[in-house]
């Protein structure tokens, strides 16, 4: 009886947030309209949480004497970490978004992985199905918090190579066929009450010790531009660990939470895998970009290099104009310059547009986010099915710090590592000029026929610096003419 | 009456079940142009794995499993606070020709 009131209210609570995040992720299949999204999927957030310090009306026997302490705790750590996960939020560079989503995801899956760890050490989980699940979701769960790690070092530069070492794919098969097997150890110790080779908790501790090892190893080996699709499996992991885990403490709001953001994961990173014409797998297990492997088709032609300043006038006189922004874009910070430069041209009574391919970036939709920082309206943006069909009619096609996106050979060419791949038919336009700093190759590490076309110049510089010689190449040409 | 929650293996996978379709279905439907967001909205919504960490830590009756509770609630505000600010941020940023605005990025002093 006592009982009743908290858990009706942390019922209606839990469901009402359930509700508000699945109505919230809805709004967002629009930018009018996600704003509002993130704000009710808030609401229904920070319902839940408060209403499960009501959970102290029904603890068990053992906690109760502990109980204010309990709450104390969990007050401190929800100020400290939401403290300084907002701040850090609020203060963090565009640019550096994808490793924040990184930590933000590991957090989840460490928070998910340490409710498994509070219910296996305290030995609570009842009966097989339970256990299994909860160690499921710790052991995902923890592979997510520490591949986490490893993908925001890598994001952030912490660590600058993909470490790889021969046989490494068989070493982590290795670990994880003996984390399986110590998790089933544990499951058939405990259902038998038998009593286990070396005692319980240590048992539990080798077993989240080798789940976090196997999430560094299985992260090492993967390259940067590979990114975008390691940050989605690891969302989609932390969803699973959460929904799992969701179960175990009966908590449907979790598990509903959780499974959403599952598939979410798993549909952005089959989408990710696609745009890269790879299979998951494929990205997870073999090491991409190591070096060129196979004999290309050789290509015809030069490369010719022109100014900046001249390809800047060009473009002012061109009709239409579509640009492909790539990841050097924001490498070097030029996305401002480079809106400026737009607005010139606009003013001037040119057409842009953007278009953008899916991996640009180093997670979904990054160029998007960066491009709407600079101030660039989100309806000069395309997506690749959305614009491709326009290059044709393009005077102009200007490639900024992109490479294998706009690689023909992934059309053309048999013999080419990314054969297949979808890629923007920059190409087509009457007029290409490519923004790069040097004469290297792309993450695939292949040369662009692109670049060797007859229709193709090569502006050589900092995309920052070139988009300012653009600007006062252009700005030069007003004055002159009203002089 | 009694309001206690009560979910069983078959039920627990229905429930699976019907929620990876919605969020496979729900989600199929955000543009391209927003999956940054996407992701870190998607981020945010399982941070609602602190309400499970609160439930463990006031349940916790060691000072082992007070400090594993810690650390889960630790994370799983984190999770939730640092999903939510980043996703509002980025989302405020996207604007039509129309409202067309200035840039959002920090002036240089």
């Known amino acids: ?483 | 009456m009694d309001f206690a929650i009560s979910i069983s293996g078959f039920v627990a996978l229905y429930v699976f079940m019907l929620a990876a379709f919605a969020g496979w279905v729900i989600i199929g439907h955000v543009p391209a142009i927003l999956h940054t967001p996407l992701m870190s909205g998607s981020n945010f919504v399982h941070g609602i794995v602190v309400v499970g960490g609160i439930f463990a830590l006031l349940n916790a009756s060691t000072t082992l499993e007070q400090g594993i509770g810690f650390f889960a609630v630790l994370l799983g505000a984190g999770n939730a606070a640092g999903g939510f600010a980043v996703t509002r941020r980025m989302l405020a940023m996207f604007q039509t020709s129309g409202t067309a605005a200035k840039p959002h990025h920090k002036k240089k002093v």
């Not at chain 1, 978004?97 to 899956?109: E, F, K, S």
């Not at chain 1, 098969?173 to 499951?187: E, F, K, R, S």
């Not at chain 1, 290099?305 to 492909?324: L, Q």
Request: aromatic residues 8%.
């Open chain 1, 1 to 483: 009886m006592f009982t009743m009131i908290p858990q009706l209210a942390i019922g209606i609570a839990d469901l009402a947030a359930a509700f508000l995040f699945m109505y919230g992720l809805q709004r967002m299949s629009s930018p009018a309209t996600a704003p509002s999204g993130i704000f009710v999927a808030g609401i229904g957030m920070a319902a839940a949480v408060l209403a499960s310090f009501l959970y102290a009306f029904d603890v068990s026997a053992a906690a109760q004497p502990h109980l204010l302490v309990n709450i104390s705790l969990a007050l401190i750590a929800l100020v400290l970490g939401g403290g300084a996960a907002w701040w850090s939020g609020k203060t963090v560079a565009m640019t550096a978004m994808p490793q924040m989503v990184a930590l933000y995801n590991g957090m989840g899956g460490g928070a998910a992985g340490a409710i498994a760890a509070v219910e296996l050490f305290g030995a609570k989980a009842q009966g097989s199905t339970q256990l299994v699940v909860t160690l499921l979701g710790a052991l995902i769960g923890a592979v997510s918090l520490s591949g986490s790690l490893i993908a925001w070092a890598k994001l952030d530069g912490v660590i600058t190579k993909p470490l790889r070492v021969k046989g490494q794919q068989y070493f982590n098969m290795a670990v994880l066929l003996v984390l399986l097997a110590v998790g089933g150890y544990i499951v058939f110790v405990t259902t038998r009450g038998s009593d286990p080779l070396i005692a319980m908790p240590s048992l539990l501790a080798v077993f989240f010790g080798l789940a976090l090892i196997f999430g560094v190893l299985m992260t090492l080996p993967i390259g940067g531009a590979d990114m975008p699709v390691v940050i989605s499996i690891y969302n989609a992991f932390t969803g699973l660990a959460v929904g799992l885990e969701g179960f175990v403490l009966q908590n449907p709001a979790l598990m509903i939470a959780g499974m959403v953001v599952g598939a979410a994961g798993m549909l952005l990173t089959l989408l990710m895998a696609k745009a890269m014409n790879r299979s998951v797998a494929n990205v997870l297990f073999t090491n991409f970009g190591d070096a060129p492997k196979q004999k290309q088709s050789a290509i015809k032609g030069s490369l010719k290099p022109v100014d900046a300043g001249d390809a800047g006038i060009f473009m002012r006189y061109a009709k239409e104009v579509i640009i492909v922004p790539g990841y050097g874009l924001a490498v070097a910070q030029g996305q401002q310059k480079l809106y400026e430069f737009v607005k010139l041209l606009q003013a001037a009574g040119v057409v842009v547009k953007f278009a953008i391919h899916p991996v640009a970036g180093r997670m979904p939709g990054q160029m998007d986010v960066l491009l709407a920082e600079a101030g660039v309206p989100y309806d000069l943006i395309f997506q690749l099915d959305d614009i491709n069909d326009e290059f044709a009619n393009a005077d102009v096609a200007l490639v900024i710090g992109a490479n294998d996106v706009v690689n023909p050979a992934a059309r053309n060419d048999k013999s080419s590592p990314i054969f297949g791949m979808p890629i923007l038919n920059a190409d087509k336009a009457k007029k290409v000029y490519v923004v790069k700093r040097g004469q290297g190759k792309g993450y695939a590490g292949i040369v662009n026929a692109l670049f060797y076309g007859d229709n193709c110049d090569m502006v050589y510089g900092d995309a920052q610096a070139v988009l300012v010689k653009m600007i006062e190449a252009v700005r030069g040409l007003g004055t002159a003419a009203a002089a």
